[in-house]
């Protein structure tokens, strides 16, 4: 039985962050921010860009360009974050309400930035094992970056943190961009290293503590995890993708667009570099940044647009989320009968 992506939506706010602000609100080079850090400019929130609202925006592009009635869709699984407009609140009910999903039921889940890839496996395996779930929605929103002090030189790696909204609708039975299989690996050695310390069970929030901005994301151990993940990143980064064409019945000598999500570039060239692909096979996020789990979805978008995507072209999307979690699953774009199958 296959399964295939009917359509997409993305939502990117209005207002931007340019990389020369960032490197001003940091104290560092402006060239370190655009060319090591690979940030010419990322989306912010405005005053209305609520994670799950930005979420259902997307929703709806994606709904309006598949030309359905939103009461076809069976599921709606939200792909956001834990951050969105209320704490203890499961999104994905308020996005079956406002897009008229009505014969719908719905759930969010979490995988830090690796949750798109994780609920593409989700929603396979339940279409596949549940008759009555025809057709699913994946939506949320993403906007992180509130959580980030540009002082605080322990979360650099995280300056490229954005804001913004994605939707990708799934079909049983649609023979076309074919989602084939997955890869995901996580490691719980990572599990605290990238935290909120304040607003859980361990310190709940304070006045105190919001003096103390500990309301933000910190790393607790800054060279312990650097020294373990550099030993360990890229190796699982490239295990998942070449694990998941494996899966499919592929190599990485077949691979013709990668979906990537936004790193250092020289972490993007990396990976292009040992899967043997050009630059021309990917796209590099530096007029966006990193919008979590929404990377692999607003890359897609912009590869259609820009022509990189033809019929019968093997297609990975990947990602890597702080936990630390990496995935990668692989589909077939276009017509499922293109390219001599």
Not at 32 to 41: P, Q, S, W, Y
Not at 254 to 277: F, P
């Amino acid at each position: 039985m296959k399964i295939g992506i009917l359509s997409t939506g993305i939502y990117i706010p209005e207002q931007f962050i340019t990389g020369e602000e960032i490197a001003k609100r940091a104290g560092i080079p402006p060239e370190v921010v655009e060319m090591k850090m690979g940030i010419k400019r990322k989306p912010i929130p405005g005053d209305e860009d609520h994670t799950c609202q930005m979420g259902i925006l997307a929703a709806k592009q994606a709904i309006d360009r598949a030309g359905i009635d939103p009461k076809d869709i069976d599921l709606i699984i939200y792909i956001g974050e834990e951050h969105k407009e209320y704490p203890l609140w499961t999104a994905a009910i308020k996005m079956q309400e406002e897009i008229g999903a009505y014969h719908a039921w719905a759930f969010d889940v979490a995988l830090r930035c690796g949750t798109t890839i994780m609920a593409m496996k989700v929603a396979k395996s339940m279409m596949m094992a549940d008759p009555a779930i025809q057709t699913v929605l994946l939506a949320g929103g993403y906007r992180n970056g509130d959580f980030i002090d540009y002082g605080n030189e322990r979360t650099r790696f995280m300056f490229n943190l954005g804001a913004g909204g994605g939707a990708m609708l799934l079909q049983k039975g649609l023979k076309r961009n074919i989602l084939l299989e997955s890869e995901i690996m996580t490691d719980g050695s990572f599990s605290e290293d990238v935290v909120v310390t304040a607003g859980g069970t361990k310190q709940p929030i304070t006045y105190e503590v919001l003096e103390k901005g500990l309301y933000r994301l910190d790393v607790l151990d800054p060279e312990g995890m650097k020294r373990r993940l550099e030993q360990k990143s890229m190796d699982n980064f490239l295990k998942v993708v070449r694990g998941s064409l494996y899966k499919s019945g592929y190599t990485e000598k077949d691979i013709n667009y990668v979906a990537m999500l936004h790193m250092k570039r020289s972490a993007h060239q990396y990976v292009l570099k040992e899967l043997g692909l050009s630059e021309d096979q990917s796209i590099y996020l530096e007029n966006y940044g990193h919008i979590g789990q929404i990377d692999q979805i607003l890359s897609l978008e912009l590869a259609e647009k820009e022509g990189k995507l033809h019929g019968g072209d093997i297609v990975v999307l990947v990602s890597a989320g702080i936990g630390y979690a990496w995935g990668a699953t692989v589909i077939k774009w276009g017509n499922s009968l293109n390219k001599g199958e």
